[in-house]
Nanobody, 126 residues
Framework: QVQLVESGGGLVQAGDSLRLSCAVSGGTFDFYGMGWFRQAPGKEREVVAAISWSGGATNYADAVKGRFTISRENAKNTVYLQMNSLKPEDTAVYYC???????????????????WGQGTQVTVSS
């Protein structure tokens, strides 16, 4: 059974940084693309960032380009999201997800992902 567990969320002030982690158990982490999504109250879930199975390709939402960085550490079965210069509009529940299929890329489409974590809250105060 594949399980994803996010951590690292919290309450911060605008301009601060946070690093989210997503630990994956079950399956073979190395062969799958991974993504971070977020959902704010009253809004639909949206992609934040994605990384291919090899780590050679990444994809970012326009709203976070230049501020957020996705990375993966295969030895630890973990994907990270480094978030800098946080803004109040970044407030949301952040989810990590595993992309379908071996050798998957950095997809920005939610339906391309088949396993999801439970989410971690990020709140940015102004």
């Amino acid at each position: 059974q594949v399980q994803l567990v996010e951590s690292g969320g919290g309450l911060v002030q605008a301009g601060d940084s946070l690093r989210l982690s997503c630990a994956v158990s079950g399956g073979t982490f190395d062969f799958y693309g991974m993504g971070w999504f977020r959902q704010a109250p009253g809004k639909e879930r949206e992609v934040v960032a994605a990384i291919s199975w090899s780590g050679g390709a990444t994809n970012y939402a326009d709203a976070v380009k230049g501020r957020f960085t996705i990375s993966r550490e295969n030895a630890k079965n973990t994907v990270y999201l480094q978030m800098n210069s946080l803004k109040p509009e970044d407030t949301a529940v952040y989810y990590c997800a595993r992309c379908r299929g071996y050798y998957s890329g950095a997809s920005s489409l939610a339906y391309a992902y088949d396993y999801w974590g439970q989410g971690t809250q990020v709140t940015v105060s102004s």
